[in-house]
């Protein structure tokens, strides 16, 4: 290709919304640009890298023995309903309406579709293990879509799903998908981890793991053990629960309200009454699933909104609004206790373990003090509801500490279980005759997140650095001076020469101050740059290896040799 019909230009500067190093570097590098917030135009350059993460997906999900297939993007509403899935997306589901005023939603995803294609497709064991993959655009109405590519509206995802007899089948299906999927990202040059992880909205009945490339700008932290391989999302993570204490609360005297006018914080018991925030018991009301209930931690713990709503079963919880405290607990945040509360009470382990505490009385302006859980509230709900913290014992082997970091998540796997196909009847009749569910697992990868994970991980003070596997081009050849026809002639025949070899192969043949096309080489990222000056008149040039900045003047047949071998 040359640089003088390459669509797109570079930026000397990057637009001010552009606030993380990928989303910066991809539009200064012309590799995209943005029609509207959260959607994105691929350039040529940036399509070219897009294609070869696209290969490399497949090339893994058939070696994998899973079967590409393109489902359509406009999914008919009643499938969404028919999943009870409708309601559970809520905003983030696009959707329209045709002439006839069918409703139609465009895919987020594709579970119920594939569902559907199966059940019309299998009905016996005979037909069974399959799995199916697509790499396909997908749409979510993003409340707030930023980070460029990171957080978009519109989207290209590769998602494969598995039809099994049963576990044991899914068990080795999520295995495989599990090796393809740390190929992938090793083939991609990412530093990543798999962890554990929630399922969210797409549910699972299963195993599920996370695969987070780590960085700085990562929306979700990463807990990860010190000694052994624990490694989850901080809002899976779980918390060492080390041997319970024996508590002796015979002889302990009955709770006493004290007077706190105007205290209703944590922070404000610490500072005025010098009470340690360890001390204290937290209780937070919460509404979800149909129901309003307590949630307990320490004053120096955190609920961990995720563990709770997986605990009571429900799609989504949230804290309950002023005039809902006050109808439940009588009194508005701040003194809202669990002594003599009328509502379910979910005590997180570490309260259960104390002694007594100090709570909040049910009364304006009052706390109580010498509370003892069991005693007097309710324990019938114990369980791990707070958010880990970092320091903390690791809950898998109790030796290490959690240490934490910040992941960009580029892929999912899920153990679905029968969640889609017995809502959709997708069923098998087995070698007895008799009709099962399919046992279903599910796998995505953010393939267009994926091409800015690996920017963000990839990249100098000057610009880009492609890993090899990924480049729009193996060499750029950086022409000096076109006005020197020695230099010219010398270029085209490198050019021509390592086309033939079938090298993938940019020539800069613009007429620019070499100082431009420096600056743009490196900005673009391409591994390899050899530049054809002064040097030429004596077959030389000067070969420049971007991953590792070295730069040695060499003969232009050995500049071949080592461009066709990858050499640095």
Partial sequence: MRQSNLLGTTLREAPAEAETINHQLLLRAGYIRQLAAGIYTYLPLGRRVLRKLENIVREEMDAAGAQEILMPSMQPAELWKESERYGIYGKELMKLSDRHEREFVLGPTHEEVVTSLIRGEISSYRKLPVTVYQIQTKFRDERRPRSGLMRGREFLMKDAYSFDTGWEGLDETYARMHEAYRQIFERCGLAYRAVQADAGAIGAEGETREFMALSGIGEDTVAVCSVCGYAANLELAEVYAGEDAVRDISNLPAAEKFHTPGIRTIAQLEQELHIAPE??????????????????????????????????????????????????????????????????????????????????????????????????????????????????????????????????????????????????????????????????????????????????????????????????????????????????????????????????????????????????????????????????????????????????????????????????
């Fill in 279 to 568: 001390q204290v018991i937290k209780t937070l009301i919460y509404e979800g699933g149909g129901k309003t209930f307590a949630v307990l931690v320490r004053g120096d713990h955190e609920v961990n909104e995720v563990k709770v709503r997986n605990y009571i079963g429900a799609s989504g919880i949230a804290l309950a609004g002023y005039e809902a405290v006050q109808a439940q607990a009588g009194v508005g945040s701040g003194y809202v206790g669990p002594v003599g509360l009328s509502l379910a009470v979910l005590a997180d382990r570490a309260v259960a373990a104390m002694t007594q505490g100090i709570t909040g009385a049910g009364e304006r302006d009052y706390h109580l003090s010498g509370v003892v859980p069991g005693r007097d509230f309710s324990l019938a709900h114990v369980a791990d509801f707070r958010t880990a913290a970092e320091g903390e014992t690791c809950p898998s082997c109790g030796q290490g500490v959690l240490h934490f970091h910040q992941g960009i998540e580029i892929g999912h796997i899920f153990k679905l279980g029968t969640k889609y196909s017995e809502k959709l009847g997708a069923s098998f009749l087995d070698a007895a005759g008799r009709s099962k569910p399919i046992i279903m697992g599910c796998y995505g990868i953010g393939i267009s997140r994926l091409l800015a994970a690996v920017a963000e991980q990839h990249y100098d003070e000057q610009g880009l650095i492609w890993p090899a596997a990924l480049a729009p081009y193996k060499v750029h050849i950086l022409l000096m001076s076109t006005k020197d026809e020695v230099q010219k002639a010398a270029a085209e025949a490198l050019y021509e020469q390592l086309a033939k070899l079938g090298i993938e192969v940019l020539l800069d043949d613009r007429d620019e101050r070499a100082g431009v096309k420096f600056k743009d080489s490196s900005l673009l990222g391409i591994p390899v740059a050899i530049v054809v000056g002064k040097a030429a008149a004596l077959h030389q040039v000067e070969y420049v290896d971007r991953r590792c900045s070295s730069k040695e003047v060499i003969g232009i047949a050995e500049a071949v040799s080592r461009a066709a071998s990858g050499q640095s």
